[in-house]
């Protein structure tokens, strides 16, 4: 294997990044770390570095810390910027016949925040995984194939990236009013379920479609497989979807998983489109959900400013998130250990 | 075809012939089909509203016209030409500038020194990926908070950390010298995402290369610069061009902090008036949506020229495992 | 591996779409008779939801229905509907939103509305229905008076040596001295705010003190860089700079905890401010604390305040007018104030809590509800204030609605950012900010 290792090193289209051979004697020896990955650090040599890091997460943990505790707390303390309450008080149950005013966060009238966490949590899968497919679908034929105004194309891709979405935002809706308008009685398509407006396809549909965001990122990581693995596939007959499916597809499952957690994350956390295209309270998800917990409940003209309320929301809207993140990224990190490669 | 008339074309077929036969290939109709997804969302979802605001952006639309009340009316450069005009908008194209030089390269190294390490832990590196996405994933009115509270010029933590070390700490969320450094910082805190891209590169790099370096002698730096760098830098790629488009768009955390509800409304500062946050308010609170498309456009063209710069420029550096392309 | 992944996702996938499917074709909704559709109600406190009964009872009554969900009023999602013709027949928005929409003709001036349901506009707060008049014709019935008064911490003053005679508005110099003696300053950092001006957001008020508005009667001609104006700038700005400038100010400042039950009065950071009346019941609520409430008063010594709060709005294009007039005079009667005002008493006394007052925009309900439901607690301070804030709301005034309202406001604010900053002198940025806003209300005619 020694032998061919130069061979293998980045030459040509890399400018001026060829390496030369350094001289033969070694400094040190490179352990295998788990998996046979790249050069690993020892559990000694790792320790300094966990520590560093351990100081940068204390600013990275702070502010959830804070919410957790801020939604252990009474009204009255809340912003007192204690990391440990001085009084503990559980917010988010509680029993359903108290005070009218005094509910707990799911028990809050008129407001189901426990079907708020079941919509945020499957349209965001739904919608994250049909952005992963349908955009490495359309990535895969930027990478690997060459036709005319692929360039072109792909530009146009890039450009709707850059444009804000404030200003398109009014004509989607549009878009979607005049579907609204098919599908309900007396329309054109009243066949079909409603779909438009107060309904949650504007939420996911678009997905159905790509995003440009993430074909770009998928075909950086499909240019990123040697055409060689391809071509054996070719000569032995394969055609061009099964090529897809059987092996850019499988090479790219970690780009895929962060696809999967980034838009997971993105639908998770949007609030504009709900705002504008839900009405029924049954169909909000948890941002909206948690802005109309604030408009009921927070201090503005007479309100209450039961902020305790607030927060215990906030930490039900971020928590399922971190477990999700947890749980994936061991999925791409460990078990996906070949990518492939015959040595 | 590989039989050949004696009388046939001396010369190879020209250009146009050679394009427009790729037409009749079977690679090329398979590359469409593949991306007949994003095609028909464009045609029917992007394709409209973005020409729609094109067109907003050359009349007075504002919220009569929106509501039907009177008629739209063409004022032809009439936007455009304001926005030469208004010095704000000079302004929020400054700050929006000087906040993306500071933060996409800061970020881009910070990911990667992160990613790096990482990857290369013995133990604890499921806990700290999590850990440094939880920026991330942390809601605003959550960092808006730390923000007060660990950056108050008076008390907060960090300006006594300074003073424990004799520099004394500005006020960071007052003095308008700060507010964009103050932005900057919390922009490179949630490093998370960038750093899971790195980490799934990294993945990528083949593990024999670095043992046959290591077998011809390279140290860590060497094996960094001519391994590590190249082999993710697509992913580099990606990354610098998306993190400049999104800092060019910066908007939510700006706006939560200074401008929208959760602050108290009253301080607006100039100096974290960001391109988006004012096109948003000219659009959303003064109701001038012409010229806010007339904005919009505007920085369509900065994004475009800027991304189209940092194209030209990847082609020395970045390389692709696939093909150079 | 890879294959149960792949099942797991079309498995999801799978039962995603379903039950999409099955969720899109649940929001059909069946009607009998009139549905009036509300928007832009979100906070549901007993107050509210009191008069949301009464008025939705006697909807159904009529044989009608309403459709009100819980949504706070949104600017974008209100355009949106607008955009798309789906417009609702009564929103419910802040006072100073209804301005501007007012002003490009997007509601329905409620003069007939009252006539017809013998709504008398002598009810409501003048100053609260100045806010809504545009062009002498009235767009919104107003809700809530959020009067601004003067809290004054005792035991600040007292522990300072402060005369409470002398935190009072009428003489600025006698003002600017209890403020220096008042404010404290412990190992270089601020420890007690002497006297917050709250500028930016009540600087008209500061600068009535004069007799003088920032703007016209008729709303055309912006008023920002009159000598007064400059000198309230000036004199404000000066407070805040005797505390050490407005970094260190305003840094201390947001160390308070607002709402807490250990706030900037019980914790002796702050001696007095003006604030609006919704603050009573957060140092009610809070530590025990030994407070006078004061007016605002201009120079003359007669009291002034600033007046704000929310109003109920027909759009133009609303399907149902009449019928949202009808719900307006249902939610806003008296009766229907005093009966949600005793709940709300009530509430406070089964949670322990003092109860101080309900401020709603109707002078009949207000008085009512002080005479005949309110009763002392016991504590001189907080009786004595809320005495003085029943009184308050007729001593209101109201900026005049501009064309552009919401530009012209940004113009000033952002003006006295700009001194506060240091960045301009007082007369400089009001110069500017008066180009500015003449321009944009000269642009918007």
């Known amino acids: ?125 739904l919608a994250a995984v049909v952005v992963a497919l349908s955009s490495s679908i359309v990535a895969f034929a930027f990478a ?20 804000p979405g404030a200003v398109t935002m009014i004509p989607v809706y549009l878009i979607w009013n005049e579907l609204t308008k098919l599908t309900t009685e007396g329309g054109a398509l009243a066949f079909l379920p409603d779909i438009g407006v107060n309904t949650q396809y504007p939420l996911w549909v678009p997905n159905l479609f790509g995003s440009a965001f993430y074909i770009f990122l998928l075909r950086q990581f499909f240019l990123g497989i040697p055409r060689d693995l391809f071509e054996a596939a070719r000569i032995d ?6 090529m897809f499916r059987r092996i850019a597809f499988p090479l790219a499952k970690p780009a895929l998983i962060v696809v999967i957690i980034f838009e997971l994350q993105a639908k998770w956390f949007d609030l504009i489109t709900p705002l504008i295209y839900l009405r029924d309270t049954a169909l909000y998800t948890l941002p909206l959900g948690l802005k109309t917990i604030l408009d009921q409940q927070g201090a503005g003209g007479g309100g209450e400013g039961r902020w305790e309320i607030i927060m215990a929301g906030t930490v039900i809207t971020v928590l399922p998130m971190v477990i999700l993140f947890a749980i994936f990224q061991r999925f791409f990190i460990e078990g996906i250990a070949t990518q492939g490669r015959k040595g | 075809m590989a039989s050949v008339a004696g009388t046939r074309e001396a010369g190879p077929p020209s250009r146009a012939r050679l394009w427009l036969s790729r037409f009749g290939e079977h690679e090329t109709w398979t590359a469409y089909l593949f991306i007949l997804p994003w095609v028909i969302g464009f045609v029917a979802l992007t394709a409209g509203p973005m020409i729609f605001s094109l067109y907003y952006s050359f009349t007075d639309y504002g919220v009569q016209q929106l509501a039907g009340i009177e008629p739209t009316k063409t004022v032809g450069f009439d936007n455009y030409r304001e926005l030469l005009n208004d010095p704000k908008i000079a302004t929020s194209l400054k700050n929006t500038l000087i906040f993306t030089v500071m933060t996409v390269p800061a970020k881009m190294c910070v990911a990667l020194g992160l990613a790096l390490i990482l990857a290369r832990l013995a133990f604890a590196a499921g806990f700290f990926r999590t850990v440094f996405y939880l920026p991330d994933i942390t809601p605003p009115v959550a960092i808006g908070i730390m923000i007060l509270v660990l950056f108050n010029g008076s008390t907060g933590i960090v300006n006594r950390a300074l003073e424990f070390i004799g520099i004394p700490g500005p006020f960071w969320t007052t003095d308008p ?28 790099v083949p593990a024999h290369l670095y043992e046959a370096a290591a077998i011809d002698g390279a140290g860590p730096w060497r094996r960094f610069f001519n391994i590590t760098l190249p082999m993710i830098s697509p992913a580099l790629f990606f990354t610098f061009i998306v993190l400049t488009i999104a800092g060019l768009q910066v908007f939510t955390e700006v706006y939560t902090a200074f401008f929208g509800a959760g602050s108290t409304g009253a301080e607006s500062p100039d100096a974290a008036l960001m391109n988006v946050v004012y096109l948003f308010r000219q659009a959303f609170e003064f109701f001038n949506i012409g010229f806010a498309s007339a904005m919009a456009w505007l920085l369509f063209a900065i994004i475009m020229a800027v991304t189209a710069v940092q194209f030209l420029v990847s082609r020395r550096y970045v390389f692709y495992q696939g093909d150079s392309r | 591996m890879r294959n149960r992944l792949k099942r797991a996702a079309l498995l999801l996938v799978g039962s995603a779409l379903c039950v999409a499917l099955t969720a899109g074709a649940a929001s059909a909704r069946v009607d009998a008779g009139r549905t009036l559709s509300v928007y832009g109600l979100g906070g549901r406190d007993d107050v509210a939801q009191g008069r949301l009964d009464i008025a939705n009872a006697m909807i159904r009554n009529g044989g009608d229905s309403v459709n009100n969900p819980v949504s706070g009023f949104n600017d974008q999602a209100f355009l949106a509907r607008l955009a798309a013709r789906d417009i609702p027949d009564l929103v419910h928005m802040g006072r ?36 809504v008049t545009y062009k002498g014709q009235i767009y919104g019935a107003p809700e809530f008076t959020n009067q601004i008064t003067i809290v004054v911490n005792n035991d600040a003053l007292r522990k300072a040596g402060v005369n409470a005679a002398d935190i009072q508005t009428t003489n600025w110099k006698r003002l600017k001295a209890a403020n220096k003696k008042l404010l404290q300053v412990t190992n270089g950092r601020l420890t007690r705010i002497g006297f917050d001006p709250k500028i930016p957001e009540f600087f008209p008020l500061w600068v009535k003190w004069f007799g003088k508005d920032l703007i016209s009667k008729n709303g055309l001609k912006a008023q920002l860089n009159s000598r007064e104006a400059v000198a309230a700038l000036a004199y404000t700005v000066g407070l805040i700079n005797d505390h050490g400038g407005w970094n260190k100010f305003k840094a ?70 009449g019928l949202a007039c009808k719900y307006i005079k249902a939610l806003q009667s008296v009766d229907a104030w005093r009966s949600v005002g005793k709940e709300r008493f009530d509430l406070r006394k089964r949670q322990g809590r003092a109860f101080t007052g309900l401020y709603t925009g109707n002078t009949k309900a207000d008085v009512k509800i002080y005479e005949d439901i309110y009763q002392p607690m016991g504590n001189k301070d907080f009786d004595d204030a809320v ?53 944009a209300i000269d642009k918007a005619k």
């Not at chain 1, 690997?144 to 444009?163: C, V």
């Not at chain 3, 009573?280 to 007669?302: C, E, H, M, S, W």
């Open chain 1, 144 to 163: 690997y194939f060459r036709f005319p105004g692929r360039n072109i194309l792909f530009a146009l891709i890039l450009a709707t990236m850059m444009l």
């Open chain 3, 252 to 321: 201390f400042r947001d160390t308070f905890d607002f709402f807490g039950r250990n706030n900037q009065i019980a914790a002796d950071q702050l001696g007095a401010f003006p604030i609006e009346s919704f603050y009573y019941q957060v140092l009610a609520d809070g530590a025990p604390v030994n407070i006078t409430a004061k007016y605002f008063t201009n120079r003359k010594g007669g009291p002034i305040t600033m007046l704000s709060g929310n109003a109920w709005a027909i759009p133009k294009g609303s399907k149902n007018p």
């Open chain 2, 177 to 204: 010298q700060w507010i964009k450094p103050a932005l900057a910082i919390m922009s490179i805190w949630t490093v998370g995402g960038t750093m899971v891209i790195y980490l799934a590169a990294l993945k990528g």
């Open chain 3, 96 to 131: 100073d939103s209804i301005g501007t929409y007012a002003a490009r003709g997007v509601l329905v001036p409620l003069g007939n509305c009252f006539t017809r349901e013998k709504i008398a506009k002598a009810d409501y707060r003048k100053a609260a229905l100045d806010q």
């Open chain 1, 237 to 242: 007959g394969d055609n061009y979807f099964s």
């Open chain 3, 387 to 439: 005495a003085l804030l029943v009184r308050a709301p007729r001593y209101g005034f109201a900026i005049p609605l501009s064309p552009a309202s919401a530009e012209f406001r940004q113009t000033w604010v952002d003006a006295i950012n700009r001194v506060l900053e240091g960045r301009q002198s007082p007369r400089q940025a009001l110069d500017q900010a008066q180009k500015e806003a003449q321009a």
């Open chain 1, 1 to 125: 294997m020694s032998a061919g290792a130069q061979e293998n090193l980045p030459t040509g289209g890399a400018g001026t990044l060829t390496p030369r051979v350094p001289p033969a004697d070694v400094g040190r020896v490179v352990s295998r770390g788990r998996g046979g990955e790249g050069p690993r650090f020892g559990w000694l040599k790792s320790v300094p570095f966990v520590i560093l890091l351990g100081f940068i997460s204390i600013l990275a943990l702070y502010p959830f810390i804070w919410l957790i505790s801020a939604s252990m707390k009474p009204q009255g303390e809340v912003f007192d910027n204690k990391l440990i309450p001085d009084n503990w008080q559980w917010n988010y149950t509680g029993d359903p016949t108290t005070v009218p005013g005094d509910e707990k966060l799911f028990n809050l009238p008129d407001l189901p925040v426990l079907t708020w966490v079941w919509n945020s949590v499957w349209i965001g899968l």
